[in-house]
């Protein structure tokens, strides 16, 4: 979408989902009563956004949890409170000092975590993930809800147990995946097979 047709990321993920729930929905061959999603990587934060505002999901699941983009990315204090007050300029220049001293895989990753964002300068990138905080939407979701974390994920660190916590559905469960099971990192690379498992038995279990 980014790369073809220039069409960043949005916060209001309910936008993207709601209509193709009603598509499925209209079709002779879909169940709309059975309708369940799934929200990897950064879909673990836009569906759950997107899940407290469509109500005809039968479950959910966010994969890995994450409640706040924002927090993911480590900038100094002072740096925050800068792009916080809106002080574009002054939060550009100090960026400008920092970025050429970052070890050369550290630029990699945070230029490419940022550019679907499509913002023009740092200042702009990091106002745009201010929109990206689910923590008080994720209480509002109300249909059966499994939420992942993984063990050394270097990209949302521990946000799914936080994830779960928030959570107000009885229908919950929290699964860690681990070093043990060969399914360490984000998304678990290394074990797609596993982790299908894990969630399509889940929804076996709260999609009948």
């Given amino acids: 979408m980014w790369f073809e047709r220039g069409i960043p990321f949005r916060p209001d993920w309910e936008h993207v989902v709601t209509p193709i729930v009603a598509w499925l929905a209209r079709r002779p061959d879909v169940d709309a009563k059975r309708i369940a999603i799934i929200g990897w990587s950064q879909g673990g934060e836009l569906v759950a956004r997107a899940a407290a505002r469509e109500p005809r999901l039968a479950a959910v699941i966010l994969d890995p949890g994450v409640t706040d983009l924002a927090a993911t990315i480590p900038l100094p204090a002072e740096l925050w409170d800068l792009i916080r007050d809106g002080r574009r300029d002054e939060a550009n220049a100090q960026w400008a000092a920092i970025y050429p001293d970052l070890p050369e895989q550290t630029r990699l990753t945070f ?3 940022v550019l679907p964002f499509g913002q023009p300068t740092f200042y702009d990138q990091m106002r745009a993930l201010l929109a990206y ?58 074990a797609p097979q596993y982790r299908n498992e894990v969630f399509f038995d889940w929804l076996d279990e709260v999609v009948p």
């Fill in 111 to 113: 230029d490419k975590f």
């Fill in 133 to 190: 905080d689910v923590r008080d939407e994720i209480p509002k979701i109300r249909r059966p809800t499994l939420v992942s974390q993984y063990e050394l994920d270097d990209a949302v660190g521990g946000e799914g147990r936080q994830v779960y916590e928030r959570l107000t559905v009885r229908r919950r469960r929290f699964v860690e995946f681990t070093r043990a099971e060969g399914a360490q990192y984000h998304c678990g690379p290394m």
